[in-house]
């Protein structure tokens, strides 16, 4: 299944700039909220179920979605004058299951220097992390079976071009390259939009994290999964039974308790959103080759409860070869484990490592 050339970027132009709500801003970073209107017209399966979430599809067993939806994003600048290099930039940061925007900076004073944005605006790099469709603060259609990796696949490409071609914010050019930065399931719709693209891919390079294509046999199915609705009613109440969250996190964070802040976790508890039920149906969306010529990277915590179960993460070599296999015209390809972390490597105390390294794969793939 290929995204439809159907899809326009007229509507995009009306984005406009709300205020400035957001906590990183400071000496050497300005950040503020937008929400960018962005029209994606594609075919997605008919049945949510559909484990391959329509790669695998004909015609027949597809649909068109002709919409177009309100993207919540946080976008975030240096203040200072960076080398041109590194101001033609811009990092596309995509949340995974049940979190949104804020995985990538914690929106509160004692874990401030969790902040990812704020770590890559002091090394001079752009971002803009955004709230996928379904979630947060961007639009939530009615039905949650109109949001699948096919839709929010269509939305982040449909965006990374926009950021191309006009300007986000008064002031600000369009950025040469987007570099996209994905986590969880953020990952696998990245990984779901490489799928379909190949090389008309507008983005410049992958850093999927907390992501494997390869899965240990024993992937502990999440649990605590259950319809929001019922989940938190005084949030939740009224949304579609297949909009689904979680009351455990535990399984996003290290299995040795010393590894984290209980704190975070009680935050994360009291921050998550929701996803669709077809986020958590559509596994096989990451099992087919990706025939994308850019630059990839993975990083994934060697303490991932899911991903790294099974020891699969402890031969780093034999993990790369295997997950190359998937991305076999991959201009670079390399995957790194990061010792300690867990599934969540942003939100334990590890994340410094695991920033460093997002990074040092901006910057390389920025240059070439
Ligand atoms: C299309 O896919 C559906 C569902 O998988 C299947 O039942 C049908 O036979 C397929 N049709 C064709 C023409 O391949
Ligand atoms: C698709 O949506 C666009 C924008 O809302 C609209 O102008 C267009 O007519 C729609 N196309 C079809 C075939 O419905
Ligand atoms: C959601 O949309 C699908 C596809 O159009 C439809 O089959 C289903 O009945 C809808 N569900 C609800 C609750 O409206
Ligand atoms: C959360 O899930 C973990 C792992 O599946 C389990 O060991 C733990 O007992 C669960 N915690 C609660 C409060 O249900
Ligand atoms: C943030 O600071 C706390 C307290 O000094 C420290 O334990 C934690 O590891 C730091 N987190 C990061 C991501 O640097």
Redesign the pocket.
């Given at each position: 299944m290929a995204p439809s050339p159907?899809a326009?970027l007229?509507?995009l132009a009306a984005l406009f700039h709300l205020w400035n709500i957001y906590v990183a801003s400071g000496q050497f970073c300005g950040c503020s909220s937008l929400v960018v209107p962005v029209?994606v017209?594609v075919l997605i399966p008919k049945d949510p179920t559909d484990p391959f979430g329509g790669l695998n599809s004909n015609a027949s067993s597809l649909r068109?979605l002709?919409?177009?939806y309100d993207v919540f994003g946080v976008f975030c600048q240096p203040n200072t004058p960076v080398s041109p290099e590194k101001a033609d930039v811009i990092q596309l940061l995509v949340h995974g299951f049940t979190y949104t925007s804020q995985y990538w900076s914690p929106l509160t004073e004692e874990f401030r220097n969790y902040s990812y944005t704020e770590f890559a605006c002091n090394r001079g790099l752009s971002s803009l992390a955004i709230d996928l469709v379904g979630v947060g603060l961007s639009s939530r259609p009615a039905n949650a079976s109109d949001v699948q990796f096919a839709t929010n696949a269509a939305v982040v490409s449909q965006l990374a071009r926009h950021l191309k071609i006009v300007s986000t914010i008064a002031g600000v050019q369009p950025f040469k390259k987007v570099i996209a930065i994905g986590h969880s399931a953020g990952s696998a719709t990245l990984t779901f939009g490489a799928i379909a693209e190949g090389a008309h891919s507008p983005f410049d390079g992958f850093i999927l994290t907390g992501n494997l294509n390869i899965q240990p046999g024993t992937l502990p199915g999440l649990p605590g999964v259950m319809s929001a609705r019922d989940d938190t009613p005084l949030r939740w109440n009224g949304l579609d039974p297949n909009y689904i969250t979680t009351n455990n996190r535990s399984l996003f964070y290290p299995a040795n308790p010393n590894s984290f802040s209980p704190r975070m976790m009680i935050f994360d508890a009291f921050t998550k959103d929701v996803g669709p039920l077809s986020s958590q149906l559509q596994g096989s969306v990451t099992s087919l080759p990706v025939h994308y010529p850019g630059p990839v990277a993975k990083v994934v915590g060697s303490e991932d409860q899911g991903f790294c179960a099974a020891s699969n993460c402890v031969d780093v070599v034999a993990l790369n070869a295997a997950e190359h296999l998937f991305w076999p015209d991959a201009r670079s390809f390399d995957v790194v484990v990061a010792q300690g972390s867990g599934h969540d490597l942003n939100l334990d105390f590890f994340a410094k490592g695991p920033f460093n390294t997002f990074v040092g794969f901006v910057e390389q793939f920025a240059a070439l």
């Open positions: 159907r326009k007229g509507a029209h017209d068109r002709n919409e177009t």
